[in-house]
């Protein structure tokens, strides 16, 4: 096991890191089994195994975001269910996931063995390449949020393209979303984000 080094410097809210290569299929679902529901966030490809403890920073923005897609998604009456750190894996690709917050929207059936939409916030960088995980578990859209911007990654085939605009929330603006992110608290956000839904 290699743990990433920790930047002089290191603030205590920063994400953690431990990374393993050659980790067998086996052995990630060991790992996830040993760890139960909760605990660090991991990531699988191909052997390589990334095991991330979020910080307060990470997980209050995240928490942010989530709550205004929701917000956006009632004042439009569009259904969802939040899903969470849905453990998306599949063996035959060699690939397992676990977003920071995740969506379905519309009814959740045996249909849908992956969320719409999943969210990744990149406070401190990781070894995996998550679009790359994500592209071949089918998920349709994939938020970005890095360095105060959100970005729209939407599966088109077998790539991901960037969009300058949701394809499944069509007329939900990201930059928009993004600068209510520096609100002192998350009800601060959601009544900030509310009253501009609701100007006319």
């Known amino acids: 096991m290699r743990a990433i080094p920790q930047k002089p410097g290191h603030r205590q809210d920063e994400d953690r890191f431990v990374v393993r290569d050659g980790v067998s299929w086996s052995e990630y679902q060991q790992v996830l089994e040993e760890r139960g529901d909760s605990g660090p966030r991991m990531a699988y490809l191909e052997g390589v195994l990334e095991i991330m403890s979020p910080g307060r920073s990470h997980e209050r923005i995240t928490g942010i975001i989530g709550c205004l897609v929701e917000v956006w998604c009632l004042e439009h009456d569009i259904d969802f269910t939040r899903l ?21 929207f519309g009814p959740v059936s045996e249909e849908k063995p992956r969320p719409d939409l999943a969210i ?8 995996i390449r998550k679009l790359e995980i994500y592209r071949k578990l089918g998920v349709r859209e994939v938020w970005i949020w890095r360095r105060s911007q959100l970005t729209a990654h939407a599966l088109r085939g077998e790539i991901y ?13 990201l930059p928009q979303l993004a600068a209510l992110l520096d609100q002192p608290t998350t009800s601060a956000a959601i009544r900030a984000y509310r009253d501009l839904l609701r100007k006319p």
């Open 84 to 104: 969470c750190h849905w453990t998306l894996q599949d063996e035959a690709v060699a690939r397992g996931v676990e977003p920071d917050e995740c969506y379905v």
């Open 120 to 127: 990744e916030v990149i406070w401190t960088s990781g070894s």
């Open 161 to 173: 393209e960037p969009v300058s605009e949701s394809l499944l929330l069509p007329g939900i603006v």
